[in-house]
């Protein structure tokens, strides 16, 4: 059988091991994990969600504070249509966390961002073209246009100097979706480098409604790549979802992909920003664990451990602080839920708010353990040691593990010494 190291993924004239680290905001796939694909010659992702935030932690900066600070005035006002990014502050931040990223580039592979449109920051088209411009003048390698519908966000680039050099590809989870991004941006000709096709089985939001079980990766991939061919697009798809190992990836290396996305099982590695804790729940979790629902306030399904702390927790919105979900009108889903609730219960101190969650704030803190399907399945790739907790991986050994495995195994790390 096959193994993914017979396979390379072209850009050009340039050759990849044709295994991409997904994206996973915020700041769970850390720059250190994305090097690592990097460096082993494969592709890495970080993510540029709640930028602010992130440069504030790796660089000291204090863009949370000063805005919350400059906001204050609004915190107990449920309308939060005042509270704005600073495009020049959003800008700065982004450049500090891409430029660092790629500074410390070493080895064959790419470094890509992962920029999700529904994060639409109470001015959709502005923050989102500062964040794709300032991305392409940190020197990152490409782009990932993911979560949302992207229509506009290659014309937001077109005048960037490096919008044809850079890889710039997008995330869709039907042939109707590429479609209608393809007819939008004709006009620029200027196609993407890469697409990516996730199924329902991915971490973080899924492209599909609650129906989600209906749908197979396998399929929609041929429907792609069928549809690739028929209108004589040279586009390399790449395979994302449920993708557990090497040999999953031979199949849909097999059937045509040029290469995978996968993230899972990356969550589990000493790179990965979670925090040891919470790696030990994705570790320990079971089948029944694992749910798909719609507490995102974007309204796209998400996929999370059922014991999330983000579940029920009826906090304060924490818009003047981040703010990242605001939709264009300065709403968001969570802060109705929250009044709904504050409203009904006016005498208590505490609400839960069951059916939508405030995402920035939990996933700030980690408190929303968004996961793919097979999370249950990682008690199978390391050991358990004598405390019950599990031995932590390196992305290296996951990494090569995807590269050089056959028949369906997974290979064990070395034992640590108890
Ligand atoms: C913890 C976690 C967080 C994720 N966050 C994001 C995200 O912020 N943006 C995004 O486009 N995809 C996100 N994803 C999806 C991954 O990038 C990837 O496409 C998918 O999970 C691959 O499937 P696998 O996890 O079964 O390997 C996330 C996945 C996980 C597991």
Redesign the pocket.
């Known amino acids: 059988m096959k193994r993914v190291d017979d396979f390379r993924l072209r850009f050009g004239k340039n050759e990849y091991v044709p295994i991409m680290v997904?994206?996973?905001?915020?700041d769970?796939?850390t720059s250190e994990l994305a090097l690592e694909a990097a460096r082993l010659g494969g592709i890495g992702?970080i993510?540029d969600?709640m930028v602010e935030d992130v440069s504030d932690r790796k660089f000291d900066t204090s863009f949370v504070k000063d805005k919350t600070k400059f906001y204050k005035f609004n915190i107990n006002n449920m309308d939060k249509s005042v509270v704005q990014f600073d495009l020049e502050r959003l800008a700065d931040a982004q450049r500090r966390h891409i430029g660092a990223t790629m500074a410390a580039k070493q080895g064959p592979g790419l470094i890509f961002v992962?920029c999700?449109e529904k994060l639409t920051m109470n001015g959709p088209r502005e923050t989102l073209r500062t964040r794709l411009n300032a991305a392409l003048d940190a020197g990152i390698d490409g782009i990932?246009l993911?979560?949302g519908l992207h229509f506009g966000s290659f014309a937001l680039m077109a005048d960037h100097p490096r919008f044809r050099e850079a890889k710039l590809g997008i995330?869709v989870s039907s042939v109707r979706a590429l479609q209608i991004f393809l007819r939008k941006n004709a006009k620029l000709d200027r196609l993407p480098d890469f697409i990516?096709v996730?199924g329902p089985?991915?971490?973080?939001?899924l492209g599909f409604g609650m129906d989600w079980a209906e749908y197979d990766l396998m399929a929609i991939t041929q429907e792609l790549l069928a549809y690739l061919k028929a209108e004589n697009l040279d586009i390399p798809l790449i395979a994302?979802?449920?993708?557990?190992t090497g040999s999953d990836a031979v199949r849909f290396l097999e059937a045509g992909a040029a290469g995978v996305?996968?993230?899972?099982?990356f969550?589990v590695t000493n790179e990965c920003g979670?925090p040891a804790k919470v790696k030990q729940e994705y570790f320990k979790a079971s089948e029944e664990d694992i749910i798909v629902n719609g507490v995102s306030p974007t309204g796209y399904p998400m996929r999370m451990l059922k014991n999330t702390p983000a579940i029920g927790a009826g906090i304060r919105p924490g818009c003047e602080s981040y703010g990242y979900l605001l939709d264009a009108t300065g709403n968001c889903a969570y802060i109705n839920s929250y009044n709904r609730e504050v409203a009904a219960h006016p005498d208590q101190k505490t609400v839960v708010v069951m059916d939508k969650t405030c995402l920035c704030t939990h996933m700030r803190n980690f408190n929303c353990?968004?996961?793919?399907?097979?999370?249950y399945r990682l008690k199978d790739t390391s050991y358990k040691k004598a405390d019950g907790d599990y031995q932590m991986l390196s992305a290296e050994h996951v990494f090569k593990d995807y590269q050089f495995s056959v028949d369906d195994q997974i290979a064990m790390p070395e034992k640590e010494e108890a």
């Open positions: 997904g994206g996973m905001g915020v769970i796939s992702h993510s969600a992962n999700m990932t993911s979560a995330i990516i996730e089985l991915a971490g973080g939001h994302a979802g449920g993708i557990f996305q996968v993230a899972t099982r969550t979670l353990w968004t996961c793919g399907h097979y999370t």
